[in-house]
């Protein structure tokens, strides 16, 4: 019996409890969708932007303060096709397609024989090995490219697309190495066992059990090597000057920007297409990039 | 089909930690012996070693009269079933199972052949063509017993293969094992840490604790004829009660003064056996099924006392009735017709023909 | 008949010792040679270069005379290495702090959304991430543009007066920050996301159950789950901010009057642009204790973090 008043004399504030519970949570949603469109909007703003210039005439860039900057009126291809039409620019794109396919797959290979062997192989210090890794990957480039631009001029390699094959590993293969450690440190150690009482030597242990059971950890690896060595900035730029080796990257940014103004149309064309190949990636696999980008320090 | 030998084994860590204190053990031919004790025990230590996934520190073991100590895991010609499955997720329950035999390098229709048998044996013959991850748990064990079985080892392993299974699945799981061992007879180690599992698979039992073995020899030996207190306590369950006694010599018979006042003549067939226990402080060791409600009264050793019910649980078939005493904590199987309730005084009957008597200064039964 | 066979091989292989740790040996010879490439990378293209470096910072400009610590010495005297200082710890600090905080507040927002639409907010917020940071900078040092901004034209809408971006100095280290924030803030988010998602519901279930408001579920559960997460990103981005490059070379190039350089541009400038190879590595070297701080506390924070996983 006083069980039951005692229950009655609770229900009101259950109920208001519930309501404001509710009333909370549609809040909570609410702001949540006000911020993320606020964030969306300042996020997009700066590309959106980039491509509707890219998308204007000359003559509507230069009168562009008198009707609105952020629409299109007259939209025109003829950036993009000035673009394509100009063999230097070609030549961009293939300076990085070259260095870039070059350079994963060296990463690659160095990273995932690295990482079998620190990750699962344990052998006299491998652990100090691993951190070492770690730490390099500390290191950044703009520390590193006053040196390197005296090692890579004495080996003749400065002003040419191989002098940066040599020197993007520094910026792609500890991280890679230390994603796939990870990687390689999460598959069960009963795995390995299995496959040494079936009879595999460790060759055939990496190929046939440990890259297929971690594709997924190498396809973010891959991702990230691509990723960064498109976007490397810092090396091309130390070390490339004529614009028959320059990559991507600082093409557009040294040979696009001109004096007059109104080639903003062509400078603005030329960044997205230098930024079409990682945001195309990105797109088709963000799932990958993403574990990629998050591995390396919720694994560490 | 082989013996297996294994001969002083220690296993020792570095720091000096002995996972394995030297065990000496002989498996025949076709048996199917099982390593059971609490984790830490060094039984699956053992079973690692047998397989080369450890060195072994010192001592030998020889697998058909090889030494193996040098030999690594994949010329030593076993098999082994993990507690994870171990399966390889990117192949299809084919590939898994016929693994071991590619890298052999078999002939495509000799494994194939081969493979097939050992799905036709486990039934798994609709899922040769899925992923593990499509598997149920009790499927996959079936997977990571067909990839053994193909492989007609010498020797099986069995790393605890049934803990990551639900209760019911454990059980069927368990027969299915015990009914390819009868099929392909192959030697077989099994390690557990559930004695029942130990009891009902094996044909004998190994109990390990602390890196030795306590006692080997058929299940029904182990539950009958324990041979150390540790060995009592941890074959059956519920488990065997032990309860303070004081060994009395009383003009040619010997009685137990337990707590509560409880005092209990100890059968004469044993006076001899028991002898040198007299006037000493001694445990008691009864199993819940020898302490029931009063029955067969009629029969020679029978002792009946009262004691007080504090938790009844009724199991179905029987109840199991925690009854107090000073000192101890008793268990009684009783039939589940018999009034009992928490708090009333109830009459239990020992039936001393099952007693044992333990020195608590050695844990040896007596 | 087959034991007969293993028999065999095994005497054979018996005499020669012991094979297990043979296996064992050339175990350890097969993982040297699979990491040799590694440290081939490691210690010819980072460590060597590192440590040529700090030779390099001791020569003179012509780089046949040693002379110590003479370029620090030529740098610290002057006020526009001063000023670099200055500008490098402001434009991290600001730039980190900033990024940490709207990295969270994303996070959280999009941890609050059905999870069905978190999939799109997170692609679309993380565009800026992605585009390598030169070419979206460029986008930015158009929209900066003195006489033909989209962000002023958008300030004269709303009645605000046009700001000299890139003109003045203050409002030039503004805009570097800005962009860097920018470019930096959809990582936290990422980060944070995968961190606030990896705290159990059912923490946060027992907490509402004990009372807890949603504030003190953030204050006592969220944050202390995240700390280390926080930590961790937060020094990862303080080393990468430090060392930053791209935005101010393209933004400001070190302008108006060499007062938003930072490290690694003004680096540039002395070694590579003006040619004095030793002074530029004598820059870029001030940012090593700085870093080495950091990577200490990376470090701690890794290992006790792994401590706490045991």
Redesign the interface.
């Known amino acids: 019996m006083s069980a039951s008043a005692a229950a009655n004399r609770d229900l009101p504030s259950i109920y208001h409890k519930a309501g404001s519970l509710r009333a909370?949570r549609r809040w909570?949603?609410w702001?949540?969708?006000i911020?993320?469109i606020f964030?969306?909007i300042?996020?997009?703003a700066?590309?959106v932007?980039?491509l509707m210039?890219s998308l204007k005439t000359s003559a509507e860039?230069a009168d562009?303060?008198n009707s609105?900057?952020?629409w299109v009126y007259s939209p025109t291809l003829e950036n993009y096709a000035a673009l394509i039409g100009n063999e230097m620019f070609r030549g961009f794109f293939w300076n990085s397609v070259k260095v870039t396919v070059l350079v994963v797959a060296v990463t690659m290979?160095?990273?995932v024989?690295?990482a079998?062997?620190?990750g699962r192989?344990?052998?006299?210090g491998?652990q100090a090995?691993a951190?070492?890794?770690?730490?390099?990957y500390?290191?950044?480039?703009?520390?590193?490219?006053?040196?390197?631009?005296?090692?890579v001029g004495s080996l003749g390699l400065l002003n040419s697309a191989w002098g940066l094959v040599?020197?993007y590993?520094?910026l792609t293969?500890?991280f890679c190495?230390w994603i796939m450690i990870g990687y390689f440190a999460s598959i069960?150690k009963?795995?390995d066992?299995?496959?040494?009482?079936?009879?595999?030597n460790?060759m055939?242990m990496l190929w046939?059990?440990f890259i297929?059971?971690a594709?997924p950890g190498i396809i973010a690896a891959t991702i990230f090597a691509f990723?960064v060595s498109?976007?490397a900035?810092?090396y091309p730029?130390?070390f490339i000057t004529t614009p028959e080796e320059m990559p991507m990257?600082?093409g557009?940014?040294s040979q696009l920007i001109r004096g007059d103004?109104f080639a903003?149309g062509q400078?603005?064309a030329g960044?997205?297409l230098?930024?079409l190949p990682?945001?195309i990636v990105?797109?088709f696999l963000?799932d990958y990039?993403?574990a990629g980008?998050?591995a390396g320090?919720?694994k560490? | 089909m082989a013996q297996v030998s294994i001969r002083k084994v220690v296993k020792a860590y570095e720091g000096g930690v002995q996972a394995v204190k030297g065990i000496d053990l002989e498996i025949a031919d076709h048996e199917f012996v099982v390593l059971v004790g609490p984790s830490g025990c060094g039984k699956s230590t053992t079973l690692r070693m047998i397989a080369g996934l450890e060195e072994i520190t010192s001592g030998e073991i020889a697998i058909g009269g090889t030494v193996v100590n040098d030999i690594p895991p994949r010329d030593r010609d076993i098999a082994m079933v993990f507690q994870n499955y171990a399966l390889y997720p990117h192949m299809s329950v084919f590939d898994n199972m016929a693994f071991g035999l590619t890298l052999r390098k078999f002939p495509k229709d000799e494994i194939k052949r081969r493979v097939d048998n050992a799905a036709r044996i486990l039934d798994i013959t609709p899922l040769l063509d899925r992923k593990p991850k499509a598997l149920s748990g009790g499927q996959r064990q079936r997977v990571a017993m067909g990839r053994a079985i193909v492989r007609d080892p010498k020797v099986f392993l069995f790393d605890e293969p049934l803990s990551n299974l639900d209760a019911k699945l454990r059980v069927q799981m368990r027969t299915e094992i015990k009914k390819v061992h009868q099929a392909v007879k192959t030697t077989t180690v099994y390690v557990t840490h559930d004695q029942v599992e130990a009891m009902t698979l094996a044909d004998r039992v190994v109990v390990m604790n602390h890196g030795v073995i306590e006692q080997v020899g058929p299940p029904q030996e182990l539950y009958h004829r324990p041979v150390t207190r540790f060995v009592a306590g941890f074959i059956g369950s519920p488990a065997m009660n032990f309860i303070p006694a004081r060994v009395e010599n009383g003009s040619g018979a010997l009685r137990l003064n337990l707590p509560n006042g409880i005092v209990l003549p100890v059968p004469a067939d044993r006076t001899q056996r028991y002898a040198a226990a007299a006037g000493k402080e001694m445990i008691f060791g009864i199993r819940p099924e020898h302490l029931t409600e009063p029955k067969n009264l009629d029969r020679d050793n029978i002792a009946t006392f009262d004691l007080t019910p504090e938790v009844i649980e009724p199991m179905g078939m029987e109840t199991l009735v925690h009854l107090w005493l000073q000192g101890a904590e008793v268990c009684s199987r009783i039939d589940p017709t018999t009034p009992a309730e928490p708090g009333r005084p109830l009459q239990v009957a020992a039936d001393l023909n099952h007693m044992h008597l333990i020195d608590p200064q050695t844990g040896r039964v007596l | 008949m087959a034991d007969g066979a293993t028999l065999a091989i095994a005497q054979q292989g018996a005499p020669s010792g012991s094979s297990l740790k043979r296996f064992a040996r050339r175990r350890s010879t097969i993982a040297f040679v699979m990491t040799l490439p590694l440290l081939l990378v490691i210690g010819g293209l980072v460590a060597w270069p590192a440590g040529y470096a700090i030779w390099l910072s001791m020569l003179n400009r012509r780089m046949n005379t040693f002379i110590g610590l003479g370029n620090f010495e030529i740098l610290l005297d002057s006020e526009t290495f001063r000023m670099v200082i200055f500008q490098s710890v402001f434009f991290a600090v600001t730039a980190v702090i900033l990024k940490a905080l709207i990295g969270f507040w994303l996070a959280h927002m999009l941890h609050h959304i059905p999870t069905k639409g978190q999939r799109k907010w997170r692609g679309m917020l993380l565009v800026p991430w992605v585009i390598p940071p030169a070419l979206s900078t460029l986008g930015w040092w158009w929209m900066f543009d003195p006489s033909y901004s989209s962000i002023n034209w958008l300030l004269n809408v709303f009645a605000v007066p046009s700001v000299p971006w890139l003109g003045e100095p203050w409002w030039a280290r503004i805009s570097v920050i800005i962009v860097n924030v920018w470019y930096g803030a959809p990582f936290f988010m990422i980060m944070y996301l995968a961190a606030l998602k990896s705290v159990p519901e059912q923490l946060y279930e027992a907490a509402a159950i004990d009372g807890a408001s949603s504030w003190q579920r953030l204050r006592y559960v969220t944050l202390p789950m995240m700390r280390n997460i926080i930590s961790i990103t937060v020094l990862f981005s303080l080393i990468v901010t430090f060392a930053n490059y791209d935005i101010v070379r393209v933004l400001t190039n070190g302008g108006p009057r060499d007062l938003t350089h930072v490290f690694a541009s003004y680096a540039f400038q002395v070694g590579i642009l003006a040619g004095n190879i030793p002074r530029g590595a004598a820059v870029s070297l001030f940012m090593f204790p700085i870093l080495a701080v950091i990577a200490f506390f990376v470090l701690r924070g890794i290992n006790r973090r792994n401590k706490e996983e045991m």
Do not use: C, H, N
């Open positions: 909370e909570a949603l702001s949540a969708y911020s993320l964030a969306a300042i996020m997009l700066p590309p932007y980039m210039t860039i562009q303060l609105t900057p952020w290979v160095i990273s024989l690295a079998f062997a620190l192989m344990r052998f006299w491998s090995l951190t070492g890794v770690f730490l390099t500390l290191i950044p480039d703009t520390l590193l490219f006053i040196p390197l631009y005296q090692i040599l020197v590993p520094t293969v500890p190495t069960p009963e795995l066992e299995a496959a040494l009482i079936d009879g595999a460790w055939q046939k059990i297929p059971v594709l990723t498109w976007a900035f810092v730029t130390a990257t600082i557009v940014v103004t903003w400078l603005m960044a997205l230098a930024a990682p945001v990105y797109a963000m990039y993403i980008l998050t320090a919720t560490g």
